[in-house]
Nanobody
Framework: QVQLVESGGGLVQAGGSLRLSCAAS????????MGWFRQAPGKERVFVAG????????LYADSMKGRYTISRDSAKNTVYLQMNSLKPEDTAVYYC???????????????WGQGTQVTVSS
């Protein structure tokens, strides 16, 4: 089992920044892909960004490129999502996920955190 705990969400004004953290524990593996997804009220959970523990290669949803940056700290078993130039439409619950397959779909991930709320005011 892998446990994922997100933190760093909150309320921010449009144009502001937030950094989300995802602390992983348990039976983690360097073969995992770590992903961030978000889910707005009444909408599907969508891919934001992903990173491989081993090698650190990254993948972003097209709409997040240039504003969001995913990174990892292997020593701390933590993945980060730096979000800049936030917009009201970025308001959602943000989830951290881990899986061997990875990719842009939720089914590629086996473990999920509880989510952290990000609210961007206009």
């Amino acid at each position: 089992q892998v446990q994922l705990v997100e933190s760093g969400g909150g309320l921010v004004q449009a144009g502001g920044s937030l950094r989300l953290s995802c602390a992983a524990s348990g039976r983690t593996s360097s073969n995992y892909v770590m992903g961030w997804f978000r889910q707005a009220p009444g909408k599907e959970r969508v891919f934001v960004a992903g990173i491989r523990w081993s090698g650190g290669s990254t993948l972003y949803a097209d709409s997040m490129k240039g504003r969001y940056t995913i990174s990892r700290d292997s020593a701390k078993n933590t993945v980060y999502l730096q979000m800049n130039s936030l917009k009201p439409e970025d308001t959602a619950v943000y989830y951290c996920a881990a899986g061997l397959a990875g990719g842009t779909l939720p089914r590629g991930y086996d473990y999920w955190g509880q989510g952290t709320q990000v609210t961007v005011s206009s």
